[in-house]
Structures are given as C-alpha cells and as structure tokens.
C-alpha cells in the first residue's frame, strides 16, 4: 500500500495551495487529511467517503478548504483556498479501507496506512 500526498508549497495569506493524495495497493474506505504544526499536536483537517463522496472538515478550515476525487478514483484532492498563517503545517493523508465513523474519520489513530508528509507555508 502506498499513499503519495504531493502539491505542497509556500503561499501568502489569502492564497491558495492544492493536495493530492493518491492511495494504490488498496481500495480505501475514507481518504483523511491531517496537519501538525510545530509544537502541536496532529489535527484531523478533512475527510472524504470514497463510497458516497461525503466530507467533513474540521471547523477551522470550512469554506476555505474543499475536499474532492480526482477521475482515478482513489486519488482525493484537497483545495485549499483563503490561506491563513495558522494554515502552515505538514500535511499527511491518510487511508483507512474499513467503515469508520465520521467522528472516527477525524481522528488519526483510526488510520492504518500513510503518506509522507508535505509541508505548507503560508506567510508574507
């Protein structure tokens, strides 16, 4: 199993950055998105059924950051638009191929397989 998050960058406040997450070796349940930042500790920012297409976001990032699947149909992009400095962090995606809850598809621990992280940086 292999998950490939890519896209990361630098942006300025108010701009914009896309993720890709492609899963291969497995067909996956839910597609979650999660961050750290220094010092903190790792946060759920989105996740995305396979299944039905369904998202949820953390409340920090809704209606700045969209979730969405690409044609190749395990590959899940995250769009994330109206950065913030608050906003910088590594990003991981993350796969799980069982039936999890929403509250559990925000939750890290939940999730067996990952990718590498991808760093973001947002700052003038």
């Known amino acids: 199993v292999q998950l490939q998050a890519s896209g990361g960058g630098s942006a300025q406040p108010g701009g914009s950055l896309r993720l890709s997450c492609a899963v291969s070796?497995?067909?996956?349940?839910?597609i979650g998105w999660f961050r750290q930042a220094p010092g903190k500790q790792v946060e759920g920012v989105g996740c995305?059924?396979?299944?039905?297409?369904?998202?949820h976001y953390v409340d920090s990032v809704k209606g700045r950051f969209a979730l969405s699947r690409a044609e190749a149909k395990n590959t899940v992009y995250l769009q994330m638009n109206s950065l913030k400095p608050e906003d910088t962090a590594i990003y991981y995606c993350?796969?799980?191929?069982?039936?999890?809850?929403?509250?559990?598809?925000?939750?890290?621990?939940?999730?067996?397989?990952w990718g590498s992280g991808t760093q973001v940086t947002v700052s003038s």
């Open positions: 993350a796969a799980k191929s069982t039936i999890l809850s929403v509250r559990e598809s925000m939750e890290a621990m939940y999730y067996t397989y």
């Open positions: 995305f059924s396979i299944s039905d297409s369904k998202t």
């Open positions: 070796g497995l067909d996956p349940y839910v």
